[in-house]
Nanobody, 122 residues
Framework: QLQACGGGLVQAGDSLRLSCAAS?????????MGWFRQAPGKEREFVAA?????YYASSVKGRFTISRINAKNTVYLQMNSLKPEDTAVYYC???????????????????WGQGTLVTVSS
């Protein structure tokens, strides 16, 4: 089970850190952890993922950083220089069978958190 938190209302240019805690057992190093987001009226889209390496959507690269602490069963998403277009519900996800070429494909993730809302005002 995944529990995401850390969302809120911020202004453009601000920073925010999202956390995702996993329960039910320690995170395995082979588990891919990802962050996705869904803006109103839009499809859920890939933001970032981490396994042995980090992967980012082009829209957030250089501004967002994904990290994980397996011993704490937690994954983080540090979001800097936030823009109004980053406004969305952010979801964390986990998958145990994700291949690199499919890391941004939401259908490959087995477990999802409930989402946390990030609102960036201009």
């Amino acid at each position: 089970q995944l529990q995401a938190c850390g969302g809120g209302l911020v202004q453009a240019g601000d920073s925010l850190r999202l956390s995702c805690a996993a329960s039910g057992g320690a995170l395995r190093t082979t588990t891919t952890m990802g962050w996705f987001r869904q803006a109103p009226g839009k499809e859920r889209e890939f933001v970032a993922a981490i396994k042995a390496y980090e992967y980012y959507a082009s829209s957030v690269k250089g501004r967002f950083t994904i990290s994980r602490i397996n011993a704490k069963n937690t994954v983080y998403l540090q979001m800097n220089s936030l823009k109004p277009e980053d406004t969305a519900v952010y979801y964390c996800a986990a998958g145990n069978r994700i291949i690199l070429s499919m890391i941004s494909d939401k259908t490959g993730y087995d477990y999802w958190g409930q989402g946390t809302l990030v609102t960036v005002s201009s």
